[in-house]
């Protein structure tokens, strides 16, 4: 044992160095599924003995190995049970006992084993918990109480729903009384200890932790006993929002302290009781509104207060809200001091916000502009004027007017000493100026009573004309992003204008400055009016050269692949000017497709920021889409080399948008025969360990797919339908990728002969039946009903209805019947894309005029399939409940490098028409060949019409026949 947790801990400790990580982190793969490797990251982390560095490590290590392992999508133990069982009973004592920065991950790794554990599988943990709080021990319960918020912090977000309040009481009943008391305790020796320095900063981590659980508690519904005790317990929150004590005063400027963190939790529950339980909570109201003004007017600038500002103005913000509480703000005399006593100290610019412009510039961008500002003061303050303005829209704008009027005047006393006056008087603008904004349009509403394209003729225009050294760099981005802010209420003319002067700052030397350029160069191209885009390539054209050029200019001077991928926002901008200059003959092409490669090149030595590698693959598909289908062969020249590199170094980050852009390779010359280079890649491509990634799955399926178009015989004649089918089976196992096997089950139907499938078909019903039977999700059911129609509908090889009804057979005779009355009817309405219908309605077409099988031992089911038909026709979709059933795809906005598949937007393949024979006009189409199936089998089909369905139908279909 000791020379397992030896090897293990040196392995850890490895994979801490850049250079032999990918190799130690295989061998900590490898042995991942031995019994008792959990426990043993376990000891290493609990082992005084090792280094901090290892032990961290196998923290992070253990918190993933959980993340990855604990449970499969049907909420089954991945582990041994044993290793299950010993984890539960060891985490929570080493968690309570861990320094901090392990608590983190540990907690983190309770988390995740809540989720799917807590409470029926983990019933015990509750009063395992209490039974380790103490009357006097800071240090135990403050990790009692991280486990606690570890697991209740999973409520905040959640829909409510019976499971989960079961939940939420089996907590109540067992958690809320211990934790009052020790509420009441920590408060009695707080009081004893404010002259204990030491003693006092653990009673206020506890107290923390209290004030975290009370949202916890109550954020989905009034806990009881809070109700019972609410004014002991608001007596308690009221004392500690006005508490102060020197001993806990930090001298860091920056980072918050443990008064701050404490006030701002409870500014944080306040708000939740205003907005959610204001009925009980009405009458104490103003007492703290009172006290949050007072802190708010008293507390300094430094940044270590902004958390408990911005939560202190979101609790008022929230105040604001109710009509009859903010009657309290409705008279100038106190908007004039809610204006200058709050909104002016917290909206201007301070030392530490030039410091960051300078010092941290994409830190002071994403702060500014990404909404990560929630918690800024400027955000905060904004929030809280607009929500004003929302109840006294006259008097607000009528006092903030004064202020900026004034703001202004100063800066025009002396532009160059009073700059600072001109961006706060911007900044008050915008905030009553913006009424609704959205991140594609900007504003998309304003304030009627005051003219933006007139103030911004006043007072901006002019710093956008300007030289750069005659602007101050702050008030040069203020004017750029004045446009960004308000380019929704602007002409296209006026924002055309901007362009030359937009694309002459980024040749600024200020970071701040081409960043923001970049921002708003980009958000005016992705412009649409009525859904189409408001610029086009010819808009473009004047610019693109210079845009280009200068964009990669400033990504290149980043030195190391970090730096060089450091600015999101300049890729970006590339990435929106190819799509839409859609230039597939210029001579930007070759400069651009060079630019591009080298900085592959260069990044894929240590892939760091995933949204820069988002927009640069984006940036190559858009190349891809619009010159491939002219010039497809010098651009599978100039890719290869700098795609292989990638899949031969196995650049885990990159590999999946990769396979995205081969395909689209070569999707765009699809009637070329298959180059030699894509049927080398064939064999690699089916190697199952390249399927355990599941980020990896949606885009190797989409490339399988676009080779199979174009070397179907290559499969066939080297034997290898038999590994795509093995990989179909692993994929249709788990609800995650079952999608992607229908993908590549009919696409093998498609494009291989029916012979070479023939010796497959039993095996392949027979994996469909039971999933089906076993664990039938809504998306399996229907791509299972679609690919049903699908081979019912086609005509080629002896496909048709009768295959389908007797390849389902050959799994057990006589199952059709169940499945298609069971399955198949019943879900046919449930198809949602128009071309999944289309395909149903061509299926059940022909199911009912031309199929012998129907027409003998299966005939009852006939009129259902008549019924079905209509209904598909005749009425609109049933709504899905289960949502888009894509389940692997990011959001681009919380890319990440993990498990997670990423579509490239510019690689989107266009659905095809598997039918395109088949007019739109489908009930035309449908009756007349029932027509055809009647005339072709001696009149049967108008027999059945006759004797077997009710008169409306009969109406109906006779109308399609006609």
Known sequence: MAANIQSLAQLLDTSLIPQQNKQAEQSLRASETTQGFPLLLLQIVASDTSGSDTRLAAALYFKNLIGRNWTDEEGRYKMAESDV???????????????????????????????????????????????????????????????????????????????????????????TEPLLKLFESTDVLIAQSENNKPALQGLYQTLNLIVKISFDLNCQDLAPVFEENLSTIMGLFHKYLTYSNPLLVTDDDDEAGPLERVKAGICEFLQLFTHKYEDVFDDMLQNFVNSTWMLLTTTGLEPKYDILVSKALQFLTSVARSSRHAQNFSSTQVLEQVVEKIILPNMTLRSSDEELFEDDPIEFIRRDLEGSDSDTRRRAATDFLRQLLEQFDQSVTQVVWKYITHYLQDYSKDPKANWRSKDTALYLFSSIAAKGSTERKGVVHTNLLVDVVEFFQNNVAADLVAPFEEVQPILKVDAIKYLYTFRSQLTKAQLSDAFPLLAKHLASPNYVVYTYTAITVERLLAMTSDGQPVFHPEDLRPYSKDLLQHLFRLVEQGRTPEK?????????????????????????????????????????????????????????????RFVAPYQPESLENALHDPFMSILGQDITEFIPYVFQLLALLLES??????????????????????????????????????????????????????????????????????????????????????????????????????????????????????????????????????????????VQPGIFGQLYTAVVIPDTQKLQKPIDRKIAAIGLTKFMAFSDEIAGQYHKTWPNSVMALLKLLEIPPVPSQEGDVDLVDADIDDLSFGSTYTRLNTCKKRVPDLFPEVPSDLKKWCGARIKEGNAANGGRVDGWIKAELPDEAKRMLRNYMQ
């Not at 991280?146 to 019976?162: E, G, M, N, T, Y």
């Not at 080779?707 to 290898?720: K, P, T």
Request: a neutral charge.
């Open 564 to 624: 060089i991928q450091e600015n999101e926002f300049l890729m970006r901008c590339v990435m929106r000017c190819l799509i839409v200059a859609k230039d597939a003959s210029g001579p930007l092409v070759e400069f651009v497709l060079g630019k591009l490669i080298a900085i592959t090149g260069e990044i894929q030595k240590n892939p760091s920021n995933p949204r820069f590698i988002h927009y640069h693959f984006e940036a190559l598909g858009a190349i891809i």
């Open 85 to 175: 069982a010993a984890v539960k009973q060891e985490i929570v004592g080493l968690m309570i006992t861990a320094p901090p920065g392990l608590q983190v991950q540990l907690g983190e790794a309770i988390s995740i084993i809540a989720e799917s554990d807590f409470w029926e599988r983990w019933d015990t943990l509750i009063d395992d918990l209490v039974s380790r709080l103490t009357p006097d021990n800071p240090q135990v319960n403050n990790g009692v109480l991280q486990v606690a918020h570890a697991i209740f912090k999973r409520w905040r977000p959640l829909f409510r729903s019976d499971s989960l309040f079961n939940e939420i009481n089996h907590v109540l009943t067992k958690f």
């Open 669 to 810: 010359n699809p009637s070329a025969p298959l180059p030699q280079r894509y049927k080398d890649l064939i064999t690699p491509l089916l190697n199952p360990t390249l399927w355990e990634s599941r980020g990896n799955v949606p885009a190797l399926v989409r490339l399988l797919q676009a080779i199979m178009a174009r070397g179907a015989d290559h499969f066939v004649q080297n034997n290898q339908i038999s590994p795509i089918l093995g990989i179909f089976q692993k994929l249709v196992s788990s609800k995650l990728t079952e999608v992607h096997a229908f993908d590549l089950l009919e696409a093998s139907f498609i494009y291989f002969p029916l012979a070479s499938l023939q010796p497959f078909l039993k095996d392949i019903f027979i994996i469909l039946l039971t999933r089906l039977n076993g664990s039938k999700t809504e998306a399996l059911a229907q791509r299972f009903v679609r690919l049903f129609y699908f081979l019912a509908s086609r005509d080629k090889d002896g496909c048709g209805p009768d295959f389908v009804i007797r390849a389902i057979d050959a």
